[in-house]
């Protein structure tokens, strides 16, 4: 599986943006699929995860009740709304897939890795 993520850029702390992570190679449909992101000089820390149907998600909780994660197994593609976004947020995006249970914060337990997308907010 090939991730592409796109849709980072300069926002304004309290604006949005809507990250896409579009797939090739192969169908998403059977994956888990996780957004995490790492900001500079720190590790790279899980943001939210979905199950393949869609109907099991999980968020870090310091994006809870901001982002929402989307998939669309049609389009082989995986969201991440992000609203009332905070400085904090700052941060290269990275999409995944893995074969794990969605819970998993553990970024290992993740197969595949698009590139990531630098998302910076401004105060």
């Known amino acids: 599986v090939q991730l592409q993520a796109s849709g980072g850029g300069l926002v304004q702390a309290g604006g949005s943006l809507r990250l896409s992570c579009a797939a090739s190679?192969?169908?998403?449909?059977?994956?888990?699929m996780g957004w995490f992101r790492q900001a500079q000089e720190k590790e790279r820390e899980f943001v939210a995860a979905?199950?393949?149907?869609?109907?099991?998600?999980y968020y870090a909780d310091s994006v809870k009740g901001r982002f929402t994660i989307s998939r669309d197994n049609a389009k082989n593609t995986v969201y991440l709304q992000m609203n009332s976004v905070k400085p904090e947020d700052t941060a290269v995006y990275y999409c995944?897939?893995?074969?794990?249970?969605?819970?998993?914060?553990?970024?290992?337990?993740?197969?595949?890795w698009g590139k990531g997308t630098l998302v910076t907010v401004s105060s």
């Open positions: 995944a897939a893995g074969s794990t249970y969605y819970r998993s914060t553990d970024y290992t337990q993740y197969d595949y």
């Open positions: 979905i199950n393949w149907s869609g109907a099991n998600i």
């Open positions: 190679g192969r169908s998403i449909s059977r994956y888990v």
